[in-house]
Structure formats: C-alpha cells, structure tokens
C-alpha cells in the first residue's frame, strides 16, 4: 500500500495505483477525454494534468493523473485556478480543430467532448477555427472514419493494435498535420481492417461510426406489401437495456420482441433459433472430420471478424475453418425458404432485418453467394444493437415499461446451448453439450462445462467423447489466435498429433457481450455483466441442450432431413477464399 495525500486528505491505495484511480477512491473524479478504462493509459489530451507539490518548497510539478503511478508521500492537488485554466485550454483548442455540428453527429448526447464541453461551461473558444478538411471515409459499408470529427486521442489506434493486433490505423503525419487512419492515406477497405468495430467502440466522438440505416428500415415497414420479420442475437438481450438507463447486464429479452412488435415488425424470431442449428451441424462436422480423418482442428465459423482475419492472414488454415454458415446466416435462410413456405410467403416479399452486437455483420451478411441461398439476399439489413436502440428512441417507445412479450413459434425457441453463444466459450459449451450426448448417449451433467468459462485469452481442456479424447480451444480477442494457428503450424510441420482437434475463435473481448455494435463503454465489469446475464438466461431455459430443442427436431423432420445432408449444404454451408491484407 502507498499513502499520499490528494487535497488534504490522506489516501491509502496499492502500489501501482494512477492518481486518477486513488483520487475516485476519496469521490474525487478527475476530468478526462483520451482515456479508458478499457484501454493502457497514454496521456494523449491532457485534460487529467494534477498538481503534484513539494511539501517542503512548495513548488509544484505538473503530472497527467491516468497514466501516473502514486508514490509515497506525493501530496496531489486536482483542483485549483492554474489546473482549471491549463484545463480549459487544452478543451478550447481541441474544439477549435472540431466540427461544431453536433446535432447532426450520431453521438449527439453520447459524446465525451460535448459532455466535457458542458461540464466546463464551455460557450464560445478564444481560437481560430482550423478544421482538418479530410474526405469521410466510407469505403466501407459497416464503418464510416470521419476524420474532421477526430481529436487524435489514439483510443481506436490501441483498440485496434494492442486489443486486437490488427493494425489498420496509423497515426500519418506530424503536428498539427497528424491524421488517424489507414497507413499511407489508404481507405479502410484497403487497409487490414476486419471490421470488428473495436475502434469505433471505443471512439470517445463521432470520428469513427456506421452508416445510418434507420430511414430506411422505417420506410419498408411502413410499405404494406411487405412482411417485416426480425432475429435479435444472443448478446443483444444482454447490453441494449445500457442505452435505456439499465444497469448492465439488465436480461430485456421479452422487451426486445415487444419492441419489435411495435416497430411494425409482423414476425419476431430469435437468432439463438439459429444458435442450436449451427450446433447441429457443426457438431456433426466435428464428428464426421475426427471419425473420417478430415482436416483437424477444427476452427468455429461463427465470428465474421475471426473469418475476414482468417481469409486475410492465414490462408493455410482456411480448410480448418467449419464450413457452417454463423447463426445469423443460417438464420436468414431458413426464414426466406422453411418459414416462408410455411406461411405461403414469397421470399422477395419478406423483409428480413437481424439484430446483431457486431459491425462485421452487415459486411458478413453480402459477403458471397451463399449468403443468398434462398435465391435472394436472406438478410436484407444489419443493425446493430446501438442502431436497434436509435429506432426504439425515435419511435418513442418507453423500452424500459415494455410489458414482456414471446417470440413466434416455428424458428423462435431456443435452448440454453443457443443463448450462451454471446459469451466466449459459449459456441464451444453449447457443442460439447451435444456432441457428447451424440457420442455417449447420454446428457452431459452437470451441464455447465467451467473449463471453457472465464476470460483467459487462450482456454484449453479435454472431453471424452465415448473414449475418444477430444482436446479443445477457446480464444476470445483476436490478437489471441496467432500464438494458436503457430502452434497448429508447428503441429503440422512435425506430423505430430494436433495440440487440438477443435478451436473456437471469438474477434472480440469476452466474446460478443463485448461486441463493435454494443452500447458505448464497455469494460470488463460491464463484459462480466453481460455475461452473467446470459449464463442466467441459460440456467432459466428449461431445454439447455441444441439436440432437444423441438423446433429443431422440427425443422430437420420437415425440411432439412438430416444434419450435413443435402439441403443442409446448400442452405447452411459456406466456403471461404484467400485475400490480401493490402488489396
């Protein structure tokens, strides 16, 4: 323990501890902009400067309190003219390079320079006005990088270099002239980008956010010839209640439908439905590939961001890949084929819009032929559960005293297997749960498999499927995976039995609970709420296993046949391509 003092009082805090985190503990809240408490502290803006005075001289040195570690001793001043008006500067000449029409900006109201600007009183700028006068880019259709709106805080440049070991955002330039992007001037689409939506997560304003779609959403169901149906994903029950005044982790499930209904959606489905197919048909595939001898490891297929990687970086495990569509895009094919046959709906007549925690799904959603094998495009259009909640606001609905509502009945239901797949591990529990019924004939018990729980970045342990052993992987956070694929590569080149037969790959920290398209502010206390919601939701199910789940039983009886059969292929599979990191 270090003890200092912080305005007079004495403080007593674990070595180690910044300014900022001791200051908190005695209800002092520093101001800050550029950092996160998600994020390694690099004193970027300095609008945290403190006071740190020299008892016996009285002089004072100036510390940035986020990244300064306390020392015993130190007597912090936080508060006084000098640090106000240092402060206030740092404040006025960023918003002199900052476009002031925050009205028209998607953080409006949820923007930390506007809140910052608000706190200080902040009514006029003793500056010139100097914007950048960059182009927007918006190469791609998930993120759009507004760079007059960035103050260069270089949050999304260590999302995505230390939390994802991406590295598609640079600093370029020097100065005054620094600009955030791709390196040498590039576009995101031609930069290594994976679309994970970590950097405009963590963006603090509105440099770096997505394509508006909510015009459109509200023009087609507001056209009577055609039939809106919406799916929401497991994670999004978990975190939209945040955007309503909820406390994280908040379970909404039962609002969400009610929410939809009211939107004007005519049919409301779950994509945790989709959850318990893919595990029908991955888990068979694990099976079929560890009895025939096909390529192992195995890796799950579900992230879009963990396949864009993949396709980019390493184009020798691409045969590793599960050729299972995600839940999502199985989801949007049994809806325009099974669920519009069923109804005597026309494919092209159904609207079909899925609810998702993540920014790669709309580019997943168009990413080849296959995501239209009902003949159209299965999903017409991605939201994210930021933008899900920007319609619920405008159409005025009161989220938070929404009566409870169910899903329809046909593609609805689900098990605890399917809700479990937002978290990291899930995929992997949910599988483990039916591939060892399959192969043992019996339930797994106790149901809850601890080994692939929890927030390590790499998990491994061992199943015993009818006295095959079966080793198995999870990583979440996609700078994870390349020790992994090293080691599989390893594996291979010394003809050795693979360290794993089956891998699950999670893009995102904690899985997607911690997702590009969640509410804004996401940190580990918030990922173990999310998470614990969806842990609950499964403990709640009465069926917590894919196999017993009876509109899939349903679905296989009715349509499908059987799992990696014919039809399965043609509407649940996918193959994957090689591409360049630089196009």
């Known amino acids: 323990m270090v003890e200092l003092i912080i305005n007079g009082k004495t403080v007593s805090v ?21 950092y996160c408490d998600d994020l390694e502290a690099w004193a970027s803006c300095g609008i945290c400067v403190v006071k740190n005075v020299d008892p016996r001289t009285g002089r004072a040195r100036m510390a940035r309190a986020c990244c300064t570690a306390v020392t015993p001793g130190m007597n912090i001043v936080t508060n006084d003219a000098d640090l106000m008006k240092a402060r206030r500067t740092v404040l006025e000449l960023i918003l002199s390079n900052h476009p002031d029409n925050c009205l028209k900006c998607t953080r409006n109201q949820n923007c930390e320079l506007q809140k910052l600007a608000g706190q200080f009183g902040l009514t006029d700028i003793r500056f010139e006005r100097r914007l950048k006068g960059q182009p927007v880019d918006d190469s791609y259709a998930e993120i759009v990088l507004d760079r007059d709106k960035c103050i260069n805080c270089g ?3 260590t999302a995505c270099h230390d939390m994802q070991n991406v590295f598609a955002l640079e600093y370029n330039g020097r100065g005054d002239k620094t600009i955030i992007g791709p390196v040498a001037g590039r576009v995101l689409k031609d930069s290594p980008c994976i679309r994970c939506g970590q950097c405009a997560v963590h963006c603090p304003v509105g440099a770096i956010t997505f394509k508006n779609p909510i015009k459109t959403v509200f023009d087609k169901l507001g056209n009577k010839d055609i039939v809106g149906v919406a799916a929401m994903a497991p994670s999004v029950r978990a975190a939209i209640g945040e955007e309503f005044g909820m406390a994280p982790g908040t379970l909404t499930t039962g609002k969400i439908y009610a929410a939809l209904r009211q939107l004007g959606f005519k049919y409301v489905f779950d994509t945790n439905f989709a959850a318990d197919l893919t595990i029908m048909e991955e888990g068979n595939e694990l099976l079929e590939r560890v009895s025939k001898g096909g390529k192992l490891p195995m890796f799950t297929s579900c992230c879009p961001g963990w396949i864009d990687y993949c396709e980019k970086k390493f184009h020798d495990m691409l045969p590793h890949l599960s050729t299972c569509k995600s839940p999502q895009a199985m989801q949007g094919a049994i809806t325009k084929t099974y669920f519009a046959e069923k109804n005597g709906l026309k494919k092209e007549q159904i609207y079909n819009v899925s609810i998702m925690p993540c920014t790669a799904k709309l580019w997943e959603s168009q990413r080849d032929k296959s995501m239209s094998s009902s003949g159209v495009q299965d999903y017409d259009i991605v939201l994210t559960t930021r933008e899900l909640a920007m319609l619920i606001r405008e159409a005025g609905i009161d989220f938070a005293n929404l009566p409870e509502e169910s899903a329809d009945n046909l593609i609805g239901s689900y098990t605890g297997a399917g809700t479990i797949f937002g978290v990291t591990g899930g995929v992997m529990e949910a599988a483990i749960r039916t591939a060892y019924f399959v192969t043992n004939k019996k339930e797994l018990g106790p149901v809850e498999y601890e080994p692939v729980r929890g927030m390590d970045g790499v998990k491994s342990a061992e199943v015993d499927l009818n006295g095959t052993k079966v080793r198995i992987a999870v990583v979440h956070q996609i700078k994870n995976v390349d020790a992994v694929v090293e080691q599989i590569r390893a594996d291979l080149a010394a003809g050795k039995e693979p360290t794993w037969h089956f891998i699950e790959v ?27 919601a969806l842990y609950t939701d499964d403990e709640k199910c009465t ?4 196999h017993n789940n009876p509109e899939i039983a349903a679905i296989y009886k009715d349509f499908l046949g059987e799992p990696l059969g014919h039809k399965s292929h043609e509407l649940l599979h996918t193959s994957y391509v090689e591409l360049d990191q630089y196009r």
């Open 543 to 546: 069926i917590r296993q894919s």
């Open 14 to 34: 674990p070595e180690g501890t910044s300014i900022l985190k001791a200051a908190e503990t005695i209800g002092i809240k520093i101001p800050t902009l550029c």
């Open 506 to 532: 999670m893009a995102c920290r904690g899985g997607c609970i911690g997702g590009g398209g969640q509410p804004y502010g996401v940190t580990d206390e918030v990922r173990a709420a999310r998470t614990k």
């Open 155 to 157: 949050r999304c440049i």
